[in-house]
């Protein structure tokens, strides 16, 4: 017998993949873009849906560690043109707006980046698609427990307003109107209605709508933040006579993204800011900060960041009132606001 051993070779046959394997793989991947892209919004399920029709929880792998006690965080979501501002204090969670409809599934996995799968409170601050067209997204993939919106019962509502509506109505979500004084427990801090918005003499206009505009102050121990989504003047004029020296805060969000129809010089004065955050697009179409209102900032010493600029802005403070500020991103030399 040789001392050598024969090895055996094994033949291998290849076929040719069948025309149903390429359409299940082809449909399989739309499918996949479908609902990545489109989730939570008309007929598309969201991933979360998906996994409770399949009997899994959703996946937490994005969640991060739950803040200090007393530490309190107020991170100004970069989405394009619009608001929307999410509040995380103590382990609870409130989100003020939701930006444009294009802008949807950012927000989505941006929340879900910092932790958050149930919303104490969304706030809807007025019915413009730019802070509600995140809002129906957000009642499909979160465990929201109140919505709370300015009084719609003279408003025409509809399109992205309506859809919202009906959406945390088959969610089971309650709605509440606001109104003067109203308060929610966020944590151990406190946001508080300060102005469900005025009556403007501008009726259907968008002036009218930004009016309606909730003006709302978070307090945190000695850290406060005051958000008044689009108010224009007029309204801002009304908070300012209505609570004359008890506006003082630490963190201003820039009326109507940094309008100079917002952000009056007396507000200002009122609110003593020590930082200001305008929530703006790229580019955008309004001009929006506008160089008055970079110039008053500058001219009363206080720090100032965008959006557009500098992506989404983190603000972690502590119940002493200090803070710090963290940016998504360092913005060139030559498009930085005037410091």
């Not at 309190?72 to 043109?81: A, H, I, K, M, R």
């Not at 382990?91 to 003020?96: K, N, Q």
Request: hydrophobic fraction near 35%.
């Amino acid at each position: 017998m040789s001392k050598y051993r024969r090895h055996r070779y094994c033949r291998h046959s290849y076929r040719r993949p069948q025309v149903w394997t390429i359409v299940a793989a082809v449909l399989i991947a739309v499918a996949l873009y479908v609902v990545e892209n489109y989730g939570g919004n008309g007929f598309v399920p969201s991933w979360d849906q998906i996994y409770q029709w399949v009997g899994l929880e959703p996946s937490q792998s994005e969640t991060t560690a739950p803040l200090p006690e007393g530490e309190t965080e107020v991170v100004f979501l970069d989405v394009g043109q619009g608001d929307a501002v999410l509040i995380l204090q103590n382990g609870a969670a409130c989100l003020i707006d939701a930006g444009p409809k294009d802008a949807r599934q950012n927000l989505v996995q941006d929340l879900r980046s910092y932790g958050v799968s149930q919303l104490d409170l969304l706030v809807m601050t007025h019915p413009h698609a730019d802070h509600v067209g995140g809002m129906q997204a957000v009642l499909q993939n979160f465990d929201v427990q109140t919505l709370l919106t300015p009084d719609l019962s003279e408003t025409d509502v509809t399109g992205q307003t309506q859809r919202t509506l009906q959406t945390a109505q088959e969610c089971g979500v309650p709605v509440e109107t606001a109104y003067t004084g109203q308060q929610y427990t966020i944590g151990t801090g406190t946001l508080t209605v300060l102005l469900p918005g005025v009556d403007a003499d501008t009726a259907g206009s968008d002036d009218a709508i930004n009016d309606m505009s909730l003006c709302l102050r978070f307090e945190a121990g000695n850290f406060t933040f005051l958000d008044t989504g689009d108010a224009e003047r007029n309204e801002e004029a009304a908070l300012a006579e209505q609570y004359p020296f008890r506006l003082r805060s630490t963190v201003f969000k820039a009326g109507h993204h940094g309008s100079s129809t917002s952000n009056t010089q007396t507000l200002l004065w009122q609110v003593q800011p020590q930082l200001v955050v305008a929530s703006c697009g790229l580019n955008n179409d309004y001009g929006h900060p506008h160089r008055e209102v970079i110039q008053e900032m500058q001219d009363e010493g206080i720090d100032f960041y965008r959006t557009d600029l500098y992506g989404t802005v983190t603000v972690t403070a502590q119940a002493d009132g200090s803070f710090t500020v963290q940016t998504a991103k360092q913005p060139d030399e030559e498009l930085a606001p005037a410091a």
